[in-house]
């Protein structure tokens, strides 16, 4: 059942890079400078050198570490209420990467409210917060993968094909070299192989980050850096794109790539790699769905990856929806978000 809330929606301007609420004074994920503006997680699609940064302590630990700077942070631990503007703010786990946030903003004059999810996942993963949200009038969601044929396998199937692939590599005489973006992606890949008996020799970008990590109690498979050791019998571990010595003599590198973008068939050849595992820290298809259905909204905005295409199939179903920068915004008549 939608909120049951009748007081007019707070409103939401797209603009400049980023999403706008002037009634709290609130920017979100701008990519331009702005006096004050939320951070929904430590990736650089997401940031820029703010005056002030709303976001999880954990999320400003990862920022400092990433982009250094003298920024100022409020940090606000999950789930604890912060006034501003006349608004009440609460953040809670996107489950996305470790220390990322959802922002719920509810106005105190009428109890309207709104969700904003930033990069999101509903399945647990082993690297970050177990996701929690709130129900509200308005969710802004990110719908990367929003058209169907983007449905992930569950997280054990990945770890399975994943242990098998590195040991089919290393029986061949070969190097297992696996390819993950270095905050997120690849410590998901170096926790899920924790117990697989594979020693990791991991790059350095990977590595520098993980402080924050071992602080939240992550477990890790055994690590060291790429260059302290012998490759043979090694799992190698780095960013695409990331300085590599060479192979053994005799021997080659075994290539996975770790992404989404894996469902689609064309994605050996998209990443000229052996194998690509369809390994996300973003929400499916289906997972979309059920959080619509959960967080229970009168109104559904929608950005990132295929918005208009996931808006016009909620409106199908009977949703209220429309994404934010799409042209099904012609049709939309209220004048405005």
Excluded at 127 to 136: G, K
Excluded at 285 to 300: E, H, M, N, T
Excluded at 309 to 331: C, K, V, Y
């Amino acid at each position: 059942m939608p909120c049951e809330s009748s007081a007019p929606a707070i409103p939401v301007e797209p603009r400049d890079g980023g999403i706008y609420l002037p009634g709290a004074e609130l920017w979100l994920d701008p990519s331009r400078r702005k006096p004050f503006a939320f951070v929904s997680h430590a990736h650089a699609d997401h940031y820029a050198r703010h005056a002030t940064i709303l976001c999880s302590p954990t999320n400003a630990a990862l920022l400092r570490a990433r982009y250094g700077g003298k920024r100022e942070y409020i940090e606000l631990p999950y789930d604890r209420p912060l006034e501003r503007a006349g608004h009440r703010i609460v953040l809670t786990p996107a489950g996305h990467a470790l220390g990322s946030a959802m922002i719920h903003v509810t106005r105190l004059a009428d109890g309207a409210s709104l969700l904003y999810t930033g990069d999101f996942k509903t399945r647990p993963g082993l690297s970050a917060e177990a996701p929690r949200w709130m129900t509200a009038d308005t969710v802004i969601m990110e719908t990367t993968f929003g058209v169907p044929r983007y449905r992930f396998p569950p997280p054990e199937e990945i770890r399975a094909r994943t242990w098998s692939f590195c040991r089919a590599a290393i029986d061949a005489g070969e190097v297992p070299l696996l390819l993950g973006y270095s905050f997120g992606k690849a410590q998901e890949i170096l926790a899920m192989l924790a117990g697989s008996g594979f020693e990791v020799a991991a790059h350095e970008r990977v590595l520098d980050l993980l402080g924050p990590y071992r602080e939240a109690g992550i477990e890790f498979a055994p690590h060291r850096p790429i260059g302290a050791g012998p490759l043979p019998g090694s799992v190698l571990l780095a960013p695409p794109g990331g300085k590599l010595p060479d192979p053994p003599a005799g021997s080659r590198y075994r290539t996975a790539m770790f992404s989404g973008w894996g469902a689609d068939r064309s994605a050996r050849y998209r990443f000229r790699c052996d194998e690509v595992f369809p390994l996300s820290d973003h929400a499916d298809y289906d997972d979309l769905l059920a959080f619509v259905q959960s967080a229970a909204p009168r109104r559904v905005l929608t950005t990132h990856g295929y918005a208009a295409e996931f808006a016009a199939d909620l409106r199908r179903r009977g949703h209220e929806a429309w994404s934010l920068r799409g042209t099904d915004q012609l049709e939309f008549l209220g004048g405005g978000f």
